[in-house]
């Protein structure tokens, strides 16, 4: 869990920010979740840099890795080891980022000017894609799931991730290879639990 490590937002209009980040290896799964403390009606933004295409939906992102091809600029800056130009190269599989949040929320995308301070380099865009919504209290929860769309379409859906904070402390859950699988998040750890369907 981290915990505001960077202390880049004063003690104003963010009160509070936790986020876990799991990486389920048996499912191929990443989950994080934000814990974001704020004013009642307060806006949200949950930003991601990919530094792949993507395509954006009403309620999710589309990552496609195999799709994405570096530029000019990327390779220069490769060649320079810059460690994001890697992540620019591409040829992974394609990923779905699923936003989680018990209200409305919206997705867009945007960039954002990267300005290295050396003499030779140039300025550079960096697209992004955000969850945004309004606090309902203040303090919530946002979740966000990222997994192969392969899990989709091979035969091996991932389907219903449900975010929940109604027991006292938050869940995210989903059903996988026909497995019910709760992730329930403490204050410093998270459990796994996974129910097979009965025979």
């Not at 869940?171 to 750890?189: A, H, K, P, R």
Request: with cysteine; aromatic share 8%; charged share 25%.
């Amino acid at each position: 869990m981290e915990d505001r490590p960077t202390h880049a937002y004063p003690d104003k209009e963010l009160k509070l920010w936790n986020r876990w980040v799991i990486l389920d290896k048996d499912n191929n799964v990443v989950i994080l979740l934000d814990k974001i403390g704020c004013a009642t009606g307060s806006n949200v933004e949950i930003r991601f840099h990919p530094l792949v295409d993507f395509d954006v939906s009403d309620d999710h992102i589309i990552l496609h890795g195999r799709r994405s091809q570096p530029d000019d600029r990327a390779r220069r800056a490769a060649a320079r080891g810059r460690r994001f130009a890697f992540l620019q190269l591409g040829g992974g599989p394609d990923l779905e980022l699923l936003p989680l949040y018990d209200g409305k929320y919206t997705v867009i995308k945007g960039r954002q000017a990267s300005v290295p301070v050396t003499e030779s380099d140039e300025l550079m865009w960096i697209p992004y894609v955000s969850t945004v919504l309004k606090a309902a209290a203040t303090e919530s929860y946002v979740g966000t799931v990222i997994y192969t769309t392969s899990d989709k379409s091979e035969g091996n859906p991932v389907s219903q991730f449900q975010l929940s904070t109604n027991s006292g402390k938050p869940e995210i859950s989903c059903t996988l290879d026909g497995q019910y699988i709760t992730y329930v998040f403490n204050e410093q750890n998270v459990e796994r639990h996974v129910e097979s369907p009965a025979k």
